[in-house]
């Protein structure tokens, strides 16, 4: 069986996810990914070089991620680019991961932690979707707790993702993460019970 597992911004779905991985879960982190086909050697930074020029390049050959960050926040034609690089590159290597997680152990529950998945429309390569959910001013103060940024700064970000209220109506199911550890632990526990993975 698998699940993608998403939500918004500081709502804690590494929380979420670590909570499921420690019973068992087999683990696909989108995020992980991203960095790995970013990879002095990898033909996705290959592409993204030759796209965007020796700028995005550091001495060593790694990716220089702030001046990237520059180039592709400031002008949304540039972030397409990217993503148009990147995007199917990550997805064939989750899928690959996931069609071999789901041959070598049938048994398991395996998650896909994707931030982007409603955005990306990739719900349909998942049974069901896991959102975690705060609400937006929990989100709002972890995220500045968190990045140390200012209000203003930590709404934007919000704001450049889908609303969480929306994703939690698209949800499947909900982790509600705004209260303790304990609450959240016992809502991964019942879920796991109801799945029949216990």
């Known amino acids: ?28 982190d ?13 033909p996705v930074l290959a592409a993204v070089i030759q796209h965007f020029g020796q700028a995005v390049m550091n001495s060593d050959g790694t990716l220089h991620r702030k001046k990237l960050g520059e180039i592709v ?4 034609a540039q972030r397409q680019a990217l993503n148009d690089i990147t995007h199917p590159a990550i997805r064939e290597e989750m899928r690959l991961r996931m ?9 398991k529950l395996v998650l896909a932690d994707i931030p982007l998945l409603y955005e990306s429309g990739l719900e349909s390569l998942y049974k069901e979707i896991m959102v975690v959910y705060v609400p937006r001013e929990v989100q709002l103060q972890r995220l500045m ?19 969480i209220e ?14 303790t550890l304990a609450e959240t632990e016992r809502q991964i526990e019942l879920f796991w019970q109801r799945k029949g993975l216990a």
């Not at 709502?11 to 068992?24: C, D, F, Q, W, Y």
């Not at 069609?99 to 048994?107: F, S, T």
């Open 99 to 107: 069609v071999a997680y789901e041959r070598e152990q049938p048994d």
């Open 1 to 28: 069986m698998n699940i993608g597992l998403t939500g918004g911004i500081a709502t804690g779905k590494s929380t979420v996810s670590a909570l499921l991985v420690a019973k068992g879960a087999l683990l696909i």
């Open 166 to 179: 929306q994703k939690r109506s698209m949800a499947d199911i909900v982790i509600d993460n705004s209260g």
């Open 73 to 76: 926040f400031a002008d949304p």
């Open 145 to 163: 707790l968190r990045d140390g940024l200012t209000e203003e700064q930590a709404g934007l970000r919000l704001s450049a993702q889908m609303d």
């Open 30 to 42: 989108a995020d992980a990914i991203a960095r790995e086909v970013m990879l002095p050697g990898h």
